[in-house]
């Protein structure tokens, strides 16, 4: 007797003898199959994931399953700018969308904020009234956004 190449099920010739124990086996080897495709289905419907897609995905979930989390400080920059003297914003979670508001010194006033968003690898340094705003360059990582500027007028990192 010839068996099917995927699932070994039983294919008869003429000149094979039949016996009940090949039909059973059949019918249980087609049984698991049709109840192992309904699981499969009924998991994809429920939106259930195998552990290694629910790991790659929670990495950026936050916590209790909420995928928004907001982290907020503040920092003083050094007055240097380019690349070898980058600003790092650290994150408790995988950062996404990063506000940076500035203050102008001077005057104490505000400035519109920079706008950092993910996969960008390029922002602006919000200008005030007096000056033009300049390109920052992006560097996202897993728990932190880095940014710096070419050194355009109106830049304090």
């Keep these: 007797m010839k068996r099917t190449t995927n699932y070994a099920l039983p294919t008869w010739e003429k000149s094979d003898f039949i016996q009940m124990s090949d039909f ?21 419907q429920s939106g259930k994931a195998d552990a290694q897609t629910v790991s790659a995905l929670a990495k950026n979930l936050g916590a209790a399953g909420h995928n928004c989390r907001v982290a907020f400080g503040s920092y003083v920059g050094d007055g240097n700018v380019g ?21 102008i010194s001077g005057n104490n006033s505000i400035a519109n904020p920079s706008v950092f968003v993910r996969p960008n690898d390029k922002g602006t340094n919000a200008a005030d009234k007096s000056t033009m705003d300049s390109l920052l360059y992006l560097t996202w990582a897993d728990d ?4 710096y500027s070419d050194g355009g007028r109106g830049v304090r990192e």
């Design 83 to 103: 690349q070898a003297a980058p600003t790092t914003l650290a994150s408790p979670f995988y950062p996404v969308l990063v506000l940076v508001q500035r203050v």
């Design 144 to 147: 932190s956004v880095s940014w």
């Design 24 to 44: 059973n086996d059949l019918t249980q080897k087609t049984d698991a199959a049709l109840k192992a495709n309904a699981d499969a289905a009924q998991a994809l």
